[in-house]
């Protein structure tokens, strides 16, 4: 039985896992022979939510310096927690 890995990447409102979802990626190493997930809203309300169905989280951001002015301008998405789940096949 092989086992592959799937990685979901949950961008927060804040930086705790119990608030709103804003964006979201999905990579899928069965090659879409595993569980899929829904598409067009977000997976999961929040962080906790995807803990709550099984999946592990194995990075959570790191703490940062909110700068006046900043929410202005373009730049990645802070609050990226990254998940996982492995899927025997």
């Keep these: 039985m092989a086992v592959r890995q799937q990685v979901l990447y949950l961008w927060l409102a804040e930086g705790a896992l119990d608030t709103e979802t804003v964006g979201w990626a999905f990579h899928d190493g069965t090659s879409g022979k595993g569980p899929q997930l829904p598409e ?3 997976p999961y309300a929040s962080g906790l ?4 169905q099984g999946w592990c989280l194995i990075q959570s951001p790191a703490p ?5 002015g900043a929410e202005y301008e373009v730049s990645y998405l802070a609050n990226e927690f ?3 789940r492995r ?3």
């Design 49 to 52: 939510a995807a803990l709550e």
């Design 87 to 89: 899927i025997e096949l």
């Design 82 to 84: 990254v998940f996982e």
């Design 64 to 68: 940062y310096t909110l700068v006046p």
């Design 40 to 42: 067009g809203e977000p």
